[in-house]
């Protein structure tokens, strides 16, 4: 079992910056994918970023790329997802999501049914 805790979400002006943290517990997730979606009210859940076990592999949904960047320290058990130029149509909760299913994955899963642990969720808001 791995407990996955975000942190870092909140209210931020058009054009802003945010980074987002998941924190894992119970069980390290050095040797797996793992990966940030997004939700928004009304919305189906959303693919944001991916990141291999190594870091060395990542992957963005095409309205995030250029803008935001997710990496991973390992010795620390966390991932981060830094956010720029943030736009209203970014607002959501944002989650962090684990791949346990296989160690040492390159080819990053982009739909949420490949992920088998997630995190509560923290909500970004961005004003326009």
């Known amino acids: 079992q791995v407990q996955l805790v975000e942190s870092g979400g909140g209210l931020v002006q058009a054009g802003g910056s945010l980074i987002l943290s998941c924190a894992a517990s119970?069980?390290?997730?050095?040797?797996?994918?793992m990966a940030w979606f997004r939700q928004a009210p009304g919305k189906e859940r959303e693919f944001v970023a991916a990141?291999?076990?190594?870091?060395?592999?990542?992957s963005y949904a095409d309205s995030v790329k250029g803008r935001f960047t997710i990496s991973r320290d390992n010795a620390k058990n966390t991932v981060y997802l830094q956010m720029n130029s943030l736009k209203a149509e970014d607002t959501a909760n944002y989650y962090c999501?684990?791949?346990?299913?296989?160690?040492?994955?390159?080819?990053?899963?982009?739909?949420?049914?490949?992920?088998?642990?997630w995190g509560q969720g923290t909500q970004v808001t961005v004003s326009s």
């Open positions: 119970g069980r390290t997730v050095s040797r797996y994918a």
């Open positions: 999501a684990a791949d346990l299913n296989v160690q040492f994955r390159q080819i990053l899963a982009m739909t949420h049914d490949e992920y088998d642990y």
């Open positions: 990141i291999s076990w190594s870091g060395a592999s990542t």
